[in-house]
């Protein structure tokens, strides 16, 4: 069953002699459960490519459709609520509030929508990431992989549908690397999770269900 549908996606930055054309007529389906790998060069489009996939960009042309949802007709209010209830987002640069715990930059997403927390679940994701410990240390006090799982345990703990990452490996040392590698695919075998991440980690794709090359904005594998 496919999560995602993308049909005749096109993005241009900029006019005239200066503009990028960083999506050029993309067609795509990601299957649910699956780990995804977007690779390729950079500017390549992936990045753009996984922003419109999560509602954090808008397509010139084409349509993005995630778990039945067509995103091209929503409003701002509404595309907030779709990236607050049905993805969950790790970036490159952790990006934690330094003032707040790692349980309460966990839980912060669920307080901006003033929702409570499943507490059996949130146990069950801090136990799979080797948080327990380290749930009232600050950012600061954290390791480069120590932050990043508390980010990835942020991005899981709304239950969403589906996971995007981008270079989510790509500040890490080598070992750290190997061990958040660990975690998705440890991740998406015990929580059954969607994967769609961008990476220039040629093991973190390895692993992958399946790997999508681009090139100049187009999917040419």
């Known amino acids: 069953m496919d999560i995602v549908t993308v ?61 039945g949802i067509n995103l091209s007709g929503l409003k701002e209010k509404e595309l907030a609520v779709f990236r607050r209830s049905k993805v969950g987002f790790v970036y490159q640069d952790f990006r934690l509030v330094p003032t707040l715990t790692a349980k309460e930059n966990i839980l912060f997403p669920l307080s901006l929508a003033g929702t409570a927390p499943d507490l059996a679940f949130f146990r069950e994701i801090t136990g799979l990431l080797h948080l327990q ?65 961008v990476t220039h980690d040629e093991t973190l794709a390895s692993t992958a269900d399946r790997k999508i090359l681009m090139s100049d904005g187009r999917i040419v594998l």
């Open 133 to 197: 410990d380290r749930l009232d240390a600050f950012p600061q006090e954290l390791s480069g992989g120590g932050q990043q799982r508390v980010a990835i345990a942020r991005a899981l703990v709304n239950k969403p549908h589906m996971l995007l990452c981008d270079e989510p490996t790509g500040n890490l040392d080598s070992a750290t690397r190997d061990e958040v590698n660990k975690l998705f695919f440890d991740l998406r075998e015990r929580l059954g999770q969607t994967f769609v991440i």
């Open 7 to 67: 049909r005749h996606l096109q993005k241009t930055f900029g006019k005239g002699e200066s503009a990028v054309h960083a999506l050029n007529g993309i067609d795509l389906t990601i299957e649910k459960g699956k780990f995804t790998a977007i690779i390729g060069a950079s500017g390549s489009g992936k990045t753009t490519l996984l922003n419109m996939i999560g509602g954090l960009d808008i397509p010139d042309e084409g349509e993005v459709i995630v778990d």
